[in-house]
């Protein structure tokens, strides 16, 4: 994820989210912070003849802004690398299908969530969308090495998030450590592509599961 176009994209939706958060933030209690963790994410939708698709490890980092809006909701903002993917398996007449290729699609994903706090003020439950901007997509075959399958997908996805969470206070530090669900929205593969890698199908969308850590500091003055 070295290329100038990855670099272009991932500080133009820094400074998207930056302006939104320090506009917002005027008359508002705001935290600011970072966040890492794993992604477990695999592939829906068609599949080639006597092939399915397993779920691949991923990991997440980037930064995060919240906006208290009210006592029990919160505006964030979550500029973020994320790598997804999917392991393809074949069925090649034994017992189990076999893994052969391993699919890794990097983003720069924009997502906008809502915080919802419980009663308690230690746990949330969590919604919101984000614009995921791809920056790399590789096709690894355990014979003939990888191959470049950029071109194959759509250069913007659209997803839809869901989760719950837990806050843990640290002095004026906040922790939290969340459990996310990611769904794409369109179809992630480009319409106009001239050819299709056979192990890959016309219409899919990426979801998976998200483990996610976070220190937020509050923002002075």
Avoid at 35 to 43: D, E, I
Avoid at 119 to 148: C, H, M, P, W
Avoid at 189 to 206: F, T
Wanted: glycine share 10%.
């Amino acid at each position: 994820m070295s290329a100038r176009p990855a670099r272009l994209l991932f500080v133009g939706c820094h400074i998207l989210c930056l302006v939104l958060f320090l506009g917002a933030s005027a008359a508002a209690q705001t935290r600011f912070g970072v966040t890492t963790g794993l992604n477990w994410s695999s592939l829906k939708g068609d599949a080639p003849e006597d092939a399915g698709y397993g779920r691949a490890l991923g990991v997440n980092a980037g930064i995060i802004g919240d906006i208290a809006l009210t006592k029990d909701v919160v505006l964030s903002f979550q500029p973020m690398y994320v790598r997804r993917g999917a392991d393809i398996s074949f069925d090649v007449g034994e017992k189990e299908p076999r893994d052969s290729l391993e699919l890794r699609l990097d983003y720069i994903d924009c997502l906008v969530m809502v915080k919802v706090l419980a009663d308690n003020k230690y746990s949330y439950f969590t919604t919101g969308v984000g614009v995921g901007f791809l920056t790399q997509a590789t096709l690894k075959d355990i014979r003939a090495g990888e191959e470049d399958v950029k071109n194959i997908f759509q250069d913007v996805d659209v997803s839809v998030a869901f989760g719950v969470g837990f806050m843990v206070p640290a002095g004026s530090t906040l922790l939290t450590f969340e459990l996310r669900y990611q769904q794409s929205l369109i179809n992630m593969v480009n319409p106009d592509a001239e050819a299709y890698n056979e192990a890959l199908a016309p219409r899919l969308r990426s979801s998976g599961f998200q483990l996610l850590a976070a220190v937020l500091f509050p923002r002075r003055g």
